[in-house]
């Protein structure tokens, strides 16, 4: 019997986007610890920062890179300076994204719409494509990208979320189809309601708020951001070398009964 792998991930490079926050900052300092060298990604420097700094108090490395991912120029200078300082990419984490307000079809703004599906599915699409021409090139690599309860539920008031979510699912399934043959793993993470600044402004960040979204789920409490980081880091290790394609749903279980 062969041993059963471990999270280990010394040697391999990882890249984060959304890092200045939630679960992108849990995920980055994930990854440090389990030995990646990791390139944390966001449009906030002063997030940035504080996640630089979480991590290099804990004697990891990181590299701080300033970037929009509806942009592809963006993204792809954020992976060239990666493969620049650090020699590779084995793994990707697509995780920048953004709430829309809780608003009926009929209500809501072209404006908003274009937004969310820009920050949430668009920005998906340029970092694979970006990501998968370095990982084609040395050989393979893993890829997740964050989808959402919302991916694989429909949810009222919340139409452009939802589409971008579903779309994440979708783009993920399709890449990994794709690239399977070619050493090239792809999965979608769709986490539940998790605490983190997205879901205190979702809220209203009271505990009026909070006790009206903790309802919903069955465990009783929102999820930890470390609890998806932990799920994400399985992914993309060797742990998870069999699995591709899939979209694991990590929310107290929300989804369950539904």
Known sequence: MTD?????????VAFVTGAGSGIGRAAAIAFA???????????????????????EGRGG???????????SSDVKAALDQTVDKFGRLDIAFNNAGIEQPAQPIAELSEDVWDKTIAVNLKSVFICMKHEIEIMLRQGGGSIVNTAS???VLAIRGQSS???????????????????ANKNI????????????????????????GRARVIAQEPIGRMGRPEEIAGTVLWLCSDAGAFVTGHAMVVDGGQTAGI
């Open 161 to 179: 979320y939802c589409a971008s979510k579903f779309g994440v699912v979708a783009v993920s399934k399709v890449a990994a189809l794709e690239y």
């Open 149 to 151: 309860g919302a991916g």
């Open 61 to 71: 490395r990181v590299l701080a890179v300033i970037c929009d991912v509806t942009k």
């Open 33 to 55: 610890m389990a030995g990646a060298a990791v390139t944390a990604a966001d449009i906030s420097e002063k997030g940035l920062r504080e996640t630089v700094a979480e991590i």
């Open 4 to 12: 059963i792998p471990r999270v280990d991930l010394g040697g391999k």
């Open 185 to 208: 793993r792809v999965n979608a993470i769709c986490p539940g309601i998790i605490d983190t600044p997205m879901i205190a402004r979702y809220t209203g960040d009271t505990d009026e």
